[in-house]
């Protein structure tokens, strides 16, 4: 059974940088799937931020791409997330996710919550 | 930028049948691919590729696609099925989200 599971600050500052990590269980990365994140302001709908491919390709949303940088880290079998620069906007729950070759996202992560605030 | 447009809200009665649908400039041509997120929840894959049902999905998901809309319909609705429909399709570098439709059955 494959599962994701986020880790990471649950509260940034404002113009600081966001990391987040997904470690990944009963699957090998480097095996195949995109890896990616997606997040949901409260109250809001999903927003894809950005996938990579196992062999390192990067797909990012063109609104965030300047701020966005997706890696892996295929021998600890985690994936990460880094937002820089960011401002209250940037609230939202973050989602890991394992993505198939439809781009259909067939494992998530639980989610967990970052809050943007001083 | 790519948009989909699903309507806020839907409501059906009980036992009978939903419809739920995504509009998008020649979105027929597209991957289409469905969620259900319930309050507190991870979104579920509950359709791909326009109509196919991931497993442990109940036959009662169904989905189709072509010329400028794709539509989720759920047949039978039961309590259970109350929550929040996203569609998704992958556009250039990024996969794009639909605003979302809260399904209430009554």
């Known amino acids: 059974q494959v599962q994701l599971q986020e880790s990471g600050p649950g509260l940034v500052k404002p113009s600081e940088t966001l990391s987040l990590t997904c470690a990944v269980s009963?699957?090998?990365?480097?095996?195949?799937?995109?890896w990616g994140w997606i997040r949901q302001p409260p109250g809001k709908g999903l927003e894809w931020i950005g996938s990579?491919?196992?062999?390192?390709?990067?797909y990012y949303n063109p609104s965030l791409k300047s701020r966005v940088t997706i890696s892996v880290d295929t021998s600890k079998n985690q994936f990460s997330l880094k937002l820089s620069s960011v401002t209250a906007a940037d609230t939202a729950v973050y989602y890991c996710?394992?993505?198939?070759?439809?781009?259909?996202?067939?494992?998530w992560g639980q989610g967990t919550m970052v809050t943007v605030s001083s | 930028s790519y948009e989909l447009t699903q309507p806020l809200s839907v409501s059906v009665a009980l036992g009978q049948t939903a419809r739920i649908t995504c509009g998008g400039n020649?979105?027929?041509?597209?991957?289409v691919h469905w969620y259900q997120q319930k309050p507190g929840q991870a979104p579920v894959l509950v359709i791909y590729?326009?109509?196919n049902r991931p497993s442990g999905i109940p036959e009662r998901f169904s989905g189709s696609n072509s010329g400028n809309t794709a539509t989720l319909t759920i047949s039978r609705a039961q309590a259970g099925d109350e929550a929040d429909y996203y569609c998704?399709?992958?556009?250039?570098?990024?996969?794009?989200f639909g605003g979302g439709t809260k399904l209430t059955v009554l």
């Open positions: 996710a394992r993505t198939d070759g439809y781009r259909a996202v067939d494992i």
């Open positions: 009963g699957y090998s990365i480097s095996s195949g799937y995109y």
């Open positions: 990579m491919y196992h062999s390192g390709s990067t």
């Open positions: 020649n979105i027929g041509i597209k991957n």
């Open positions: 590729r326009d109509s």
């Open positions: 998704q399709v992958w556009d250039s570098t990024t996969g794009v």
